[in-house]
């Protein structure tokens, strides 16, 4: 029987890489570094548990990092408004940046552009922590926009001049959708095409996987839209198809027939618990 673990399971490049600075931070600072993350590094309880007992805490609002006189503020990969940047500054602590590249392009194209007049339009969930933060570099009031209605809703001056970018997580096709509404109307349009594809690409991945499987296996959160999103995709290629959120949840009996076992995880489950899992099937069966 043949296990494959699909490549783009688990961490996307952003959220690894944001996860492995509080890991350094802790390393250089200890026990007593006041280190702290801007929301929590990740949606995920294990790793946010196992940082609270290394003594990293989560800040939550802007009003508790106002409440700080030292210590040092870690940026997660979502990014934040430029506000934000300067209270850490004011208030005389060290900032460590672990925005996602990706984000912070959008961070740069939105303070450029707004700069010279445009109107910033993001397409994206109003709410969201990653929209939060893009709206806060625009120097005028940005508008964000995530449905048809919405967009058709939108009314300005004939000689406004837009810049349209996405949320990194928005889907293509929707963004493609919404962006030729505006088009249509005539505007003078900048259009970013901001969207990252890890998400797109690890779908791709468990789809393929998942059609020459007999068994597939996606780990992560219950909590979490993505891996939900993953399994429904498998599910329809790979009618054995389990949700778990670690290796205590399997209760797998396969019969002599199973040739193939495809795993794969969403973007906030650890490295060490796909691990565990994959071990598990390898050893068991
Ligand atoms: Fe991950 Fe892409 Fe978001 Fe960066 S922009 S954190 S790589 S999903």
Known sequence: MEVVLAKTSGFCFGV????????????????????????????????????????????????????????CVIIRSHGVSKDVYELIEKKGLVCIDATCPFVK???????????????????????????????GWSKTSAIVIESPEQALKFDA?????????????????????????????????IVANTICNATEER?????????????MIVIGGTHSS????????????????????????????????????GITAGASTPNKIIEEVQNYVRINF
């Open 105 to 135: 392009r959008i961070h740069k194209i939105v303070e450029k552009e707004s700069g010279n007049g445009r109107q910033i339009i993001i397409i994206g969930n109003d709410g969201h922590p990653e929209v939060e933060g893009i709206k």
């Open 226 to 261: 993505n891996t939900r999103k993953l399994y429904e995709l498998c599910q329809s290629e790979c009618e054995n198809t389990y949700y778990i959120q670690t290796l205590e949840d399997l209760q797998l009996e396969l019969p002599n027939s199973v040739e193939l076992v």
């Open 203 to 215: 779908q791709r991945e468990a789809v393929e996987l998942a059609a020459r499987a007999d068994v």
């Open 16 to 71: 690894k890489r944001a996860v492995d600075t509080v890991y350094e931070q802790i390393d250089k600072a200890g026990k007593t570094g006041d280190i702290y993350t801007y929301g929590p590094i990740i949606h995920n309880e294990e790793v946010v548990r196992d940082l609270e007992n290394k003594g990293v805490r989560v800040l939550n609002s802007k009003e508790e990092l106002e409440q700080l006189s030292m210590g």
């Open 157 to 189: 001056k004939k000689d406004e001049k837009l810049c349209i970018v996405s949320q990194t997580t928005f889907n293509y096709k929707k963004f493609q959708d919404l962006v030729e509404i505006f088009r249509k109307k005539g505007y003078d349009i």
